[in-house]
């Protein structure tokens, strides 16, 4: 199984960058679609971006493309998110996942693993 630790989440003002990354150990990572997700208070969690297996495949929220990258290092067992042009309403609780063969990229029931997840906070 897999095992995924988020980090690089932080506070900064809008418009600011932020890259996210997410370690993964085990050996499920480098055969699985991986992504995003994230969480506000009292809010679901929600699909930001996903790569797929072939490491160039993407998918991201519209709220979100144009803005944010994801990409993967198989190599290093690593996923990373970079966030650019950050807006008060991506403050959140960043998820790097992993999913289950075969499943919607933007559902969070295809999940399988999840990290603990990592705070961004966007001010004003």
């Known amino acids: 199984q897999v095992q995924l630790l988020e980090s690089g989440g932080g506070l900064v003002q809008a418009g600011a960058s932020l890259t996210l990354s997410c370690s993964a150990s085990?050996?499920?990572?480098?055969?699985?679609?991986v992504g995003w997700f994230r969480q506000g208070p009292g809010e679901e969690r929600e699909f930001v971006a996903a790569i797929l297996r072939d490491g160039e495949t993407t998918f991201y929220a519209d709220s979100v493309k144009g803005r944010f990258t994801i990409s993967r290092d198989d190599a290093k067992n690593r996923l990373t998110l970079q966030m650019n042009r950050l807006k008060p309403d991506d403050t959140d609780v960043y998820y790097c996942a992993t999913y289950l063969p075969r499943t919607r990229v933007i559902d969070p029931r295809s999940v399988d693993f999840w990290g603990q997840g990592t705070q961004v906070t966007v001010s004003s």
């Open positions: 085990g050996r499920t990572f480098s055969s699985s679609a």
